[in-house]
T-cell receptor, first 111, second 113 residues
Framework: SQQGEEDPQALSIQEGENATMNCSYK?????LQWYRQNSGRGLVHLIL?????REKHSGRLRVTLDTSKKSSSLLITASRAADTASYFC???????????FGAGTILRVKS | EAQVTQNPRYLITVTGKKLTVTCSQN?????MSWYRQDPGLGLRQIYY???????DKGDVPEGYKVSRKEKRNFPLILESPSPNQTSLYFC????????????FGPGTRLLVL
C-alpha cells in the first residue's frame, strides 16, 4: 500500500525557476525521505527529515514537514536542466522499518 | 567505492523459467530490500531482510523468494516467472532504516514473455 502521495504528478518549468513538489501521507512517521531518479536508473537519496524536524536544507533543496497535516514539500530553487528527473517521497512509519514510496512527481526543466 | 550491485541489468525470459537476480552490497549494511517499480505505482517493496537469516514479506511478495545467507548478498528468486512480473527491480541496503537512508542498486529490467 502506498503511504506517500506526490502532487503534482508532472511539472514542467523553465530553467532558473523554482520547483515545488508536495507529498502527503497517512500514518504517523519516524522520518520522511526524498529521492531522485533519473530515467530508468537507481534512486539517489536527497534529504531525510525526521518527525521532530520542520525544515531542512541541502544546497538548492529545501524540505519542509508538517506532521499535523501529514504533508511535506520539496522545493528546488534556481532549477537546472540537470534537475529533470522523477522525485519520490518515502516514509518510515513511527514503529516500523519499511520504507514506503509514493508514485512520484516527474519534473522537466526546459533550457 | 560504496555501492549496491545487481546482476543481470537486463533480462528477457519466458514464463515458467526459474531465474535469480543477484544483489550485493559492500557497506556492511544489516538491512537489505527488494522493490519493483511499475508505471504510476512508484516503488513497492517485495521482501526485506533485517540481517542474516532474517527475512520478511513486503507489500507484494507473491511469486518471489529471497534468501540471506551472507550479510552482503540478498538474491531475488522467481521460481516460475509470469508476464505480470515484468518490471524494473531495485535492490537497496542501509543501516537501521528508521534512521538511515537507503542506497539503491542500478536496477534490473525484466521482461517475461
Amino acid at each position: 500500500s502506498q503511504q506517500g502521495e506526490e502532487d503534482p504528478q508532472a511539472l514542467s518549468i523553465q530553467e532558473g525557476e523554482n520547483a515545488t513538489m508536495n507529498c502527503s501521507y497517512k500514518t504517523s512517521i519516524n522520518n520522511l525521505q526524498w529521492y531522485r531518479q533519473n530515467s530508468g536508473r537507481g534512486l539517489v537519496h536527497l534529504i531525510l527529515i525526521r518527525s521532530n524536524e520542520r525544515e531542512k536544507h541541502s544546497g538548492r533543496l529545501r524540505v519542509t514537514l508538517d506532521t499535523s497535516k501529514k504533508s511535506s514539500s520539496l522545493l528546488i530553487t534556481a532549477s537546472r536542466a540537470a534537475d529533470t528527473a522523477s522525485y519520490f517521497c518515502a516514509t518510515v512509519s513511527e514503529y516500523g522499518n519499511k520504507l514506503v514510496f509514493g508514485a512520484g512527481t516527474i519534473l522537466r526543466v526546459k533550457s | 567505492e560504496a555501492q549496491v550491485t545487481q546482476n543481470p541489468r537486463y533480462l528477457i525470459t519466458v514464463t515458467g523459467k526459474k531465474l535469480t537476480v543477484t544483489c550485493s552490497q559492500n557497506m556492511n549494511h544489516e538491512y537489505m530490500s527488494w522493490y519493483r517499480q511499475d508505471p504510476g505505482l512508484g516503488l513497492r517493496q517485495i521482501y526485506y531482510s533485517m540481517n542474516v537469516e532474517v527475512t520478511d514479506k513486503g507489500d507484494v511478495p507473491e511469486g518471489y523468494k529471497v534468501s540471506r545467507k551472507e550479510k552482503r548478498n540478498f538474491p531475488l528468486i522467481l521460481e516460475s516467472p509470469s508476464p505480470n512480473q515484468t518490471s524494473l527491480y531495485f535492490c537497496a541496503s542501509s543501516l537501521i532504516p528508521r534512521r538511515e537512508t537507503q542506497y539503491f542498486g542500478p536496477g534490473t529490467r525484466l521482461l517475461v514473455l
